[in-house]
């Protein structure tokens, strides 16, 4: 496909249980990242990888997050031990390079997770 | 910390007025700056990118305006349409993007 790609769409869960959530970026972008977004608010940074290693992962709030990009292309976003709180669309991003001045962002339509 | 805030939250005008969105930033240390549309339940739709040693940028009835060294962006949308009416959104990126809250537009037919 010719833009960002995320599945599901939608993810209703339990508290406590584990959740994948998957990014197919742009076919030879680089850079891609991941953003969380809660209701009324603008979307936050979490994770961005170049290539297949977390450049920086300083936005996840802790360690039930967890983010993986093997193959340098898709993106898993991993939740372990979900809680409430943790209801929010998250939201991939992918560039062409990292950092670059004149990049743009190119975002995905989001997964909606609900915790119950 | 970059701190981005959007003013005012909320703007409603009637059709064929011009709007002006608010955008400041905290840390004048970016790459460029990014206006984003975002509809209700969907993804971001990136308007006007502005890199850091640009004044201005344009784009149809859309220019946006770059002061980094008082950390200001402004938005102005000419002659409104309903069409126009979604929350918008700006982001400085420094590596990675800061994002304001947006400002929600509602334009009236």
């Known amino acids: 496909g010719a833009g960002v790609s995320q599945t599901p769409s939608n993810k209703v869960t339990e508290k406590g249980k584990y959740v994948e959530l998957r990014c197919d970026p742009i076919?030879?972008?680089?850079?891609l990242y991941w953003y969380r977004q809660s209701l009324g608010q603008g979307p936050e940074f979490l994770i961005y990888?170049?290539?297949?290693?977390?450049?920086?992962d300083s936005g996840l709030p802790n360690d039930r997050f967890f983010a993986v990009r093997p193959e340098g292309s898709v993106s898993t976003l991993k939740i372990q031990r979900t809680e409430r709180g943790d209801s929010a669309v998250y939201l991939c991003?992918?560039?062409?390079?990292?950092?670059?001045?004149?990049?743009?962002?190119?975002f995905g339509p989001g997964t909606r997770l609900t915790v119950l | 910390k970059q701190e981005v805030t959007q003013i005012p939250a909320a703007l409603s005008v009637p059709e064929g007025e011009n709007l002006v969105l608010n955008c400041s930033f905290t840390?004048?240390?970016?790459?460029?700056l990014q206006w984003f549309r975002q509809d209700p339940g969907k993804g971001l739709t990136s308007l006007l990118l502005?890199?850091?040693?640009?004044r201005e940028q344009t784009s149809g009835r859309l220019n946006a305006s770059l002061d980094k060294s008082s950390g200001r962006s402004t938005l102005y949308i000419a002659a409104s349409q309903p069409g126009d009416s979604a929350t918008y959104l700006c982001?400085?990126?420094?590596?990675?993007?800061?994002f304001g809250a947006g400002t929600t537009v509602t334009v009236r037919a």
């Open positions: 991003a992918s560039s062409p390079t990292l950092g670059g001045i004149s990049d743009t962002q190119y």
């Open positions: 076919s030879g972008h680089t850079a």
């Open positions: 990888f170049q290539g297949t290693g977390a450049a920086d």
């Open positions: 840390d004048s240390a970016i790459y460029n």
């Open positions: 502005i890199q850091s040693s640009q």
């Open positions: 982001a400085v990126n420094d590596y990675k993007l800061s």
